[in-house]
């Protein structure tokens, strides 16, 4: 009567190795628990001190003023993020749309930023001018300048090196971090490194800007960029802080002048944020941050199960199963191009949407080796949801992220290594 069902052909040993796994990754799990615990009541706080009522979900239309709504969304979100004040807007069409708004709401011309992280997410290569493809629009044009550090080669952050340009160059305006690994294989940077940074930052000079790139970050430890010295921070909400509800959009957050300075690039000066309405949206956001800390902690311990199984198949993955983690992505180490292709075939055979389509690898414009994606999601290109993207190029890498539900994660990764097994590229 108590038997296990099985609704897919996963090989017996494949099942005995995850129940294996599910015990090696116990001191993971106990630290998402109880990370997702923390991050859950400091939201759930954040509801009840602003008196979240169903009044906040009305919808408005054309310019939006006075939606009461969207005014206490974003303190809300502010409260949760514990900083001075923050945008949390559907109107962000992305990730990249928040960084953008952020760094042409506080840079002037003849500024400098720079990034201490190496080379910034693809994405923003164009925002800032440098991608190979030059992008019409870019800070460059507006003659704001950019000047990177690279990393160590330990992927670390090699501060002596940024604070001599700190010393030496007075038009830095602002210190960028990027706290995910992207899709490279440095670690991704922990709060504590970030508060490191930030005081030896401060320490040369006091009135820089740093700003992060939070994508994957949020509400993966105790406390976020801004509560560790960082000024200004940006995300997605098809990401972390959208809990997997939010259709689209994206947040700033942070100091609260530079906050407002960002409301006036985000509509137009002297409106600012006194503008934008919702369209009935605000109910879907609201749902979603409130389910964000949780479902946050889903996607870390579906991450930690691909870390655990495949590190017990002989491959290598980043971070250990048992690491701590500062974003919700996990690489694999796959060796080959057909290991690759059968891992993202199989997680997106394994997905609640499009599970019939077959991902192939193709040229995407502005990558030099060719890309597979597996996304089988609800919100197009949602990486909460579970996904996974890889580059053809050594060392074979496979990005995988997200999972709304630990089960429906588990199984997903399940079908993936199944997958490998069936085209004869695992040995159990
Ligand atoms: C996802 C991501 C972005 C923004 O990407 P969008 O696809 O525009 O949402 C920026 N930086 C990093 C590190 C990211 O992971």
């Known amino acids: ?127 800032i001018g440098i991608s190979r493809q030059p992008a019409s629009g870019s800070l460059k044009e507006f003659g704001i300048h950019f000047d990177k550090v690279d990393l160590l080669p330990d992927g670390s952050v090699d501060i002596p090196a940024a604070l001599e340009k700190l010393r030496s160059d007075k038009s830095i305006k602002m210190v960028y971090i990027q706290r995910s690994r992207g899709y490279s294989l440095r670690p991704s940077l922990t709060v504590e490194q970030i508060e490191e940074i930030c005081g030896a930052v401060r320490s040369v000079r006091q009135e820089v800007i740093i700003m992060v790139d939070n994508c994957y970050g949020e509400f993966v430890q105790l406390t976020e960029p801004c509560c560790h010295g960082a000024d200004l921070m940006a995300g997605s909400l098809i990401k972390n802080a959208g809990g997997g509800i939010a259709p689209t959009g994206g947040y700033i957050a942070g100091r609260a002048d530079l906050v407002e300075m960002c409301s006036y690039r985000l509509s137009t000066p002297g409106t600012g944020r006194e503008v934008g309405c919702t369209l009935g949206h605000s109910r879907e956001m609201y749902m979603g941050l409130f389910s964000a800390p949780h479902v946050v902690g889903e996607a870390l311990k579906t991450a930690a199960f691909c870390a655990g199984l495949f590190s017990r198949l002989g491959y290598g993955v980043t971070p250990q199963p048992n690491e701590i983690r500062a974003d919700i992505i996990q690489s694999v180490m796959l060796r080959n191009p057909e290991s690759l292709i059968a891992f993202c075939q199989g997680i997106q055979s394994g997905s609640p949407v499009d599970s019939m389509a077959l991902p192939e690898p193709w040229d995407m414009p502005g990558y030099d080796n060719k890309i597979i994606m597996a996304s089988g999601s609800f919100t197009l290109g949602s990486s909460i949801e579970l996904s996974a993207d890889a580059p053809l190029r050594e060392p074979y890498a496979v990005w995988m992220q997200g999972g709304l539900n630990y089960a429906a994660g588990k199984t997903g990764i399940l079908i993936a290594a199944q997958r490998m097994l069936d085209k004869g590229l695992l040995k159990l």
């Open 1 to 127: 009567m108590n038997q296990a069902r099985q609704f897919f052909e996963i090989d017996e040993k494949l099942m005995e190795l995850a129940g294996q796994t599910e015990q090696d990754i116990r001191p993971a799990f106990e630290r998402i628990e109880s990370n997702a615990f923390q991050n859950q009541q400091k939201v759930l706080a954040a509801f009840i001190h602003n008196n979240v009522g169903e009044s906040c979900f009305t919808s408005s239309t054309g310019y939006g003023y006075g939606d009461v709504g969207r005014e206490k969304l974003e303190r809300v979100f502010a409260d949760a993020m514990e900083c001075e004040d923050a945008l949390l807007r559907y109107n962000f069409m992305c990730g990249t749309h928040a960084l953008t708004v952020a760094l042409f709401g506080v840079l002037r011309p003849n500024d400098t930023m720079l990034c201490v992280t190496g080379m910034p997410y693809d994405t923003i290569q164009s925002v």
